[in-house]
């Protein structure tokens, strides 16, 4: 019995993964790949679904990292009026 018959697409191989990794490594053509792999209907749906999933990852990376910077921006602006002495006549 083979197989990769039994499967309608067969596993990703090493080589495979270790340059699909690669390629999504690279700053914005890695961006751009994990966006085609994602929505590929043709391709690998383990390769789509990992790509779904570090995109995920991605969007939850910036949106901690934007909530840590309105934070900070906010904590900045306090203490920046903190140090005007409105209120000391």
């Not at 596993?11 to 929505?39: H, Q, R, S, Y």
């Not at 991605?58 to 409105?86: H, K, Q």
């Amino acid at each position: 019995m083979d197989f990769n018959s039994e499967f309608k697409h067969p596993p990703v191989t090493t080589g495979d993964w270790f340059l699909t990794i690669l390629v999504a490594n690279i700053p914005i053509i890695g961006l751009i790949m994990l966006v085609v792999w994602a929505i590929d209907k043709q391709g690998n749906p383990n390769k789509a679904n990992w790509a779904k999933a570090k995109l995920i990852w991605y969007a939850v990376a910036i949106g901690l990292g934007l909530i840590f910077i309105i934070l900070m921006g906010i904590g900045a602006v306090t203490g920046l009026f903190d140090d005007l002495n409105l209120y000391d006549f």
